[in-house]
């Protein structure tokens, strides 16, 4: 009998709404509850995307590097492919974080599911809430590369005198050099795009010294005897080392465990130490 004031088609469209909602409330194993993981996704695909650095020697460059090699051995310990996704450095590092790790670039590509060389700095990390950053895997530091006939020692840059050096341009050593004594370096400085590019003016001979990281002259003078290695003699330069990883989603926990897990791996079996050595570098442990 129907409630008073309540006519049977009423309460039929009643208990079809209560039916409904308690459908749609209840557990189930429609798609939006089983969405796969990050990590899943990458193992259903088989392909783990990784974003490198174009124009990075010696780390990425021309299909090669240590950061592809790593790539692979990544990709290799998760059970999958690696296939990069090459690209050019933004203007600054968030940047690059937004277009290949968290949003994808306006111009249709990315973003990746992990972005290779991002940096492992506290302070840095705090400021990026999209961003999980994990697995340091080296140290890099700025060095010194000199021509041994025209610079035999270089405990201060006042033994440059007016000799020609370089240094890729907007960086911390280029503004360290050009405001420098007055600025007395700014005319003998030759600022370029890279520090490979520095590195290959000192290994001309156009240049007498050169300001890069480490890796960068490790990998471009080698063993060649003409040319020595040192650390800055300026002290901001000589402190200014930073550790090197990955940066993957700020949601991707199973992802950024799995990777933390293998890069552990790799350092440890000295399998990172073997493919930086391969590229002329020294490993230096983060």
């Given amino acids: 009998m129907p409630i008073r004031g309540i006519s049977v088609f009423q309460m039929t469209i009643a208990r079809s709404f209560i039916v409904l909602l308690l459908f749609l409330l209840a557990p189930t194993h429609g798609a939006w509850a089983d969405d796969p993981t990050p990590l899943e996704k990458i193992r259903n695909a088989g392909v783990l995307r990784v974003a490198l650095y174009n124009n990075f020697p010696p780390f990425s460059h021309n299909g ?49 599911d992990v972005l290779m060389h991002a940096p492992i700095d506290r302070e840095y990390m705090t400021k990026i809430d999209k961003v999980r950053f994990i697995a340091p895997y080296h140290r890099e530091r700025y060095a010194v590369g000199r021509l041994l006939d025209k610079v035999p020692v270089c405990e201060s840059f006042d033994q440059l005198g007016a000799l020609a050096y370089a240094v890729e341009g907007d960086t911390l050593a280029a503004s360290i050099m050009l405001s420098r004594d007055g600025g007395r370096f700014r005319e003998t ?30 990998n471009g003078i080698g063993n060649d005897q003409r040319f020595a290695i040192d650390l800055p003699p300026d002290p901001i330069l000589m402190k200014r080392q930073w550790a090197i990883g990955l940066a993957v989603k700020a949601q991707s926990d199973d992802l950024a465990d799995a990777l933390q897990t293998a890069m552990n791996e790799l350092v440890a079996d000295g399998s990172v130490k073997r493919i930086m050595q391969k590229y002329g570098v020294q490993h230096r442990q983060p």
């Fill in 64 to 112: 090669q590097g240590i950061d592809v090699d790593i790539a692979e051995a990544l990709a290799t310990k998760l059970g999958v492919k690696m296939a990069p996704l090459w690209f050019d450095a933004d203007e600054n590092m968030e940047d690059d974080l937004r277009n290949m790790v968290w949003k994808g670039h306006y111009l249709g590509y990315g973003p990746a």
């Fill in 189 to 218: 400085m030759k600022a370029y795009k890279t520090g490979s590019e520095a590195v290959a003016a000192l290994r001309a001979g156009s240049v007498a010294l050169a300001i890069a990281l480490q890796g960068e002259l490790e």
